[in-house]
């Protein structure tokens, strides 16, 4: 069974560029949740989409943005890039809305983003 | 601000010895806390779990032991493999709020051979 798939794995832009992450969640779950890694901290909650529709955001300026799809894979967009969003952006999907009660999330291998 | 606090940051282990991770946290909405291992190029996963309401959970060589009224949880990684080589990350759920997962900044834990 495939796992949370993530593209691309890295990739490299330079301050003010835009760049889309793209996230396929484990068949059958519904949620998709996004997270930010930077080198040597804990994951921090951005997004969480269940059904198309924005579920929860975290503290990340508007230049973060995503969206979900009728196939419940997402996009995670990210404009006028600064160095500090440099980072592992982890996807994750659960079947439903809420973590279910083992509290698990799946998460993907990431997108390693640098930016310049 | 991390809402959850988690220390050592990183530790070595002889191989069969025992590692422990400790974490602490302030908001008592707080009401599931989960443990996820990390491994280099990958994504976190989850290896074990526990509510406010246990104070203790075993799954094969790793324990969680609770304190709720320090609001203090530790995870014991007990005769340690060089396979447990990885972070390892406390996170926590606020009750009501169950689409969040607050993770700790991770503890990389080295067991030598």
């Known amino acids: 069974d495939a796992g949370v798939t993530q593209s691309p794995t890295h990739l490299i832009k330079t301050r003010g560029q835009q760049v889309t992450l793209r996230c396929s969640p484990i068949?059958?779950?519904?949620?998709v949740s996004w997270y930010q890694q930077v080198l040597g901290q804990g994951p921090q909650f951005i997004f969480q989409?269940?059904?198309?529709?924005?579920?929860g955001r975290g503290n990340f300026p508007d230049r973060f943005s995503a969206r979900q799809f009728p196939n419940y894979s997402s996009e995670l967009n990210v404009n006028a890039l600064l160095l500090g969003d440099s980072a592992l952006y982890l996807c994750?999907?659960?079947?439903?809305?809420?973590?279910?009660?083992?509290?698990?999330?799946?998460f993907g291998e990431g997108s390693r983003l640098t930016v310049l | 601000q991390q809402q959850v606090k988690q220390s050592p940051q990183s530790l070595i282990v002889q191989k069969g010895g025992i590692s422990i991770i400790n974490c602490a946290y302030e908001?008592?909405?707080?009401?599931?806390f989960p443990w996820y291992q990390q491994f280099p190029g990958k994504g976190p996963a989850l290896l074990i779990a526990?509510?406010?309401?246990?104070s203790e959970k075993k799954e094969g060589r790793f324990t969680i032991s609770f304190n709720k009224s320090a609001k203090q949880f530790s995870l014991h990684i007990m005769d340690s493999q060089p396979g447990d080589s990885a972070t390892y990350f406390c996170?926590?759920?606020?009750?009501?709020?169950?689409?969040?997962?607050?993770f700790g900044a991770g503890t990389t834990v080295t067991v030598r051979a």
């Open positions: 994750a999907s659960s079947p439903r809305m809420g973590l279910p009660n083992t509290g698990e999330l799946f």
């Open positions: 989409y269940y059904e198309k529709e924005e579920r």
């Open positions: 996170a926590a759920r606020r009750r009501g709020n169950d689409y969040k997962l607050s």
């Open positions: 908001n008592t909405a707080f009401d599931y």
């Open positions: 526990i509510r406010p309401d246990v």
């Open positions: 068949s059958g779950h519904k949620s």
